[in-house]
């Protein structure tokens, strides 16, 4: 499966970003998001499942981050709200092997990362 991630920019903190992945064939992959920032290890920010029914979010994004899917583009998207400098990383869009996950190595198929950065 091949992914193209889209939607990274420069903001400020408060401000609102909606970053897409476009999925080639169908949709029928747990989806996740990771993202790095400079310095720092990856990190497994968000996951859905195919149905779109099962969610994951991290901690740090919980209330703030809305993961989901669109069938019929094949996209799925992240948008992310009330965002803050800490946000500020890579954001890469990955696919599971299967349409649910159990870990983050399920995650097998990664897109190009797109950059967020949240000034102060």
């Known amino acids: 499966v091949q992914l193209q991630a889209s939607g990274g920019g420069l903001v400020q903190a408060g401000e609102s970003l909606r970053l897409s992945c476009v999925v080639s064939?169908?949709?029928?992959?747990?989806m996740g998001w990771f993202r790095q920032a400079p310095g720092k290890g990856r990190e497994f920010v968000t996951a859905?499942?195919?149905?779109?029914?099962?969610?994951f979010y991290t901690d740090a994004v919980k209330g703030r981050f809305t993961n989901s899917r669109d069938y019929v583009k094949n996209t799925v998207y992240l948008q992310m709200n009330s965002l803050k400098p800490e946000d500020t990383a890579v954001y890469y869009c990955?696919?599971?092997?299967?349409?649910?996950?159990?870990?983050?190595?399920?995650?097998?198929?990664w897109g190009q990362g797109t950059q967020v950065t949240v000034s102060s």
């Open positions: 859905i499942d195919w149905s779109g029914d099962h969610t």
């Open positions: 064939g169908r949709l029928v992959y747990a």
């Open positions: 990955t696919a599971s092997r299967l349409g649910t996950w159990s870990s983050e190595t399920d995650f097998t198929s």
